[in-house]
């Protein structure tokens, strides 16, 4: 029996310093984990349908389920203490119960983290996103967005941007890597998570400071429903790591062209610091082919503006406008050329964001979209049925006096996703009126429209008492012919302890 050396959080904790001396990629997040102190929390939603609406529960962190009408009760806490001089330790809990149909009781967060000198070890299960983006506004990150349930990890990296040495701090680094676990909920079991980040920028304390980096993400090792296990050595991982072909006893096509399920994103962009107004534009470029990292599908991309104001400008905090397209996808599946000169199959082309031949349930975990939620899930967690969309979605936060007011306006025209000889019908043939010929030439087609709105204010309740009362209420509604029209509210009462 060969030894399995990630299978298990408790083998991985043991050997990850030795994995990390070969693996220096440093990280990025744009949210780090800057909670702290404790809270209690109940909220409520009433939905007009058995479904949630998007805005209610997307972008959540998972906490809300998409399943209509329902109640939630969290109790989390976060805390930090430095230990010596520089070196500090964190550990937080965020417990959520949700009685009702689909009752749980589950920690959406649980970790604990060391943090000395710019860099950062943390295990568990934390708040993460990337690449580069308005994790707080935006439609959701073409890499890993807040979507989902987080995903439990191991992850080391650098603790926000830091100066490189001999720079003069004109150039600054972002990054980490990581292991995780994307546990059973899927078409293969017991699948691994390799998530490694890089990016640079440019300008130190200078008013204009652009960036660039890449996110790179991998699905491996796993249990198929037939109980055949994918092998998990360090040999396999190593491949993963470097994006390279397994050997013969791993899956078919990983044996001549790379290991497990690739993608990520190129991203670009830049900081703009102009008369106390804080800019941020982005970009990134989807891709899951390696001739991609070259951008061949350089249309399909998410930007993103994302404009924070000082506070002297009246009622208005911070706004947003992304645009997102992702029909190209290097263009139709359609046959090679120069047939199999190296034993990859008669096709290629055709990305297919998010879904894969043998990890059939795509980016996703437990049911959720890891990446943008804008993408469409088929409902038997077997991959994304409409992956080709252009959108436009804009948000604003703004306060007035002790309230605080957040909107969220969202437009996607959709058109379900290119016939594929490696991912069967997904349920896009019937919704969409998409035929296939010769296996992979698209036939007829239609696009469906869909609007998801979402409209909320915070703001404290005067109770006379030591401890802060925020009270939210939020209505959202959703509107085309994509997932339907309904209409939910949302309120809820937060106890800062």
């Not at 959540?60 to 969290?74: A, D, K, N, T, V």
């Not at 491996?220 to 072909?245: E, H, K």
């Not at 400008?313 to 263009?331: H, M, N, S």
């Not at 604003?396 to 019908?425: A, L, Q, W, Y």
Request: one cysteine or more.
């Amino acid at each position: 029996m060969k030894m399995n050396c990630f299978s298990t959080p408790k083998k991985v904790a043991k050997s990850f310093y030795l994995l990390l001396l070969f693996a220096l990629h440093p990280v990025v997040t744009e949210e780090s984990f800057a909670q702290s102190g404790s809270f209690i929390e109940t909220s409520a939603i009433l939905s007009s349908d058995p479904v949630t609406p998007f805005w209610l529960q997307s972008n959540r962190q998972g906490i809300y389920s998409p399943s209509g009408s329902q109640f939630l009760f969290r109790a989390a806490s976060h805390h930090k203490r430095e230990i010596t001089s520089g070196f500090y330790l964190r550990a937080g809990a965020d417990l959520a119960a949700r009685p009702g149909t689909h009752s749980t009781l589950y920690f959406n967060q649980g970790y604990v983290a060391a943090e000395a000198y710019g860099f950062e070890l943390i295990a568990g299960r934390f708040h993460n996103s990337s690449p580069v983006h308005d994790p707080l506004l935006g439609s959701g990150s073409m890499g890993i967005s807040t979507n989902a349930i987080p995903v439990p990890q191991v992850r080391l990296g650098l603790t926000g941007w830091t100066p490189l040495p001999f720079t003069g701090n004109f150039v600054e680094v972002q990054g980490h890597i990581s292991h995780g676990w994307l546990g059973s909920r899927r078409y293969i079991s017991n699948v691994l998570l390799h998530e490694k980040i890089f990016a640079l920028r440019f300008g130190g304390e200078r008013a204009f400071r652009p960036y660039a980096g890449i996110a790179h993400y991998a699905k491996w090792g796993g249990t198929d429903p037939n109980g055949r296990t994918v092998p998990v050595r360090w040999s396999d991982y190593f491949n993963v790591l470097l994006a390279r072909a397994g050997d013969e006893e791993t899956p078919g096509p990983d044996q001549s062209y790379v290991l497990g399920d690739h993608l990520g994103a190129v991203n670009a962009g830049f900081y703009w610091t102009l008369n106390d107004t804080e800019i941020l534009v982005y970009r990134q470029f989807p891709f899951e082919l390696k001739a991609n990292l070259m951008l061949r599908s350089y249309m399909d991309a998410l930007t993103g503006l994302s404009v924070t104001l000082p506070d002297r400008v009246p009622f208005l905090d911070r706004f947003l406008y992304e645009y997102i397209y992702t029909k190209f996808q290097a263009g139709p599946r359609e046959l090679r050329d120069d047939r199999d000169p190296d034993d990859r199959g008669d096709y290629r082309y055709n990305e297919n964001y998010y879904n894969h031949y043998f990890y059939r349930s795509g980016w996703t975990y437990h049911m959720r979209s890891l990446g943008t939620p804008l993408f469409t899930l088929n409902e038997d967690n077997l991959g994304i049925l409409n992956n080709r969309i252009v959108g436009h979605h804009v948000a604003f936060i703004s306060s007035v006096s002790t309230f605080t007011f957040t909107g969220k306006v969202t437009f996607t025209r959709n058109f379900g996703k290119m016939c594929d000889n490696r991912v069967p019908d997904l349920g896009e043939g019937a919704l969409f009126g998409i035929g296939c010929v010769n296996i992979v030439e698209n036939v007829g087609g239609r696009s469906l429209d869909q609007w998801a709105f979402l409209f909320g204010a915070e703001a404290p309740v005067p109770l006379g008492t030591t401890l802060p009362l925020l009270a939210t209420l939020e209505v959202a509604f959703d509107r085309g012919g994509l997932t339907g029209n309904r209409t939910g509210l949302l309120f809820g009462l937060r106890w800062q302890l």
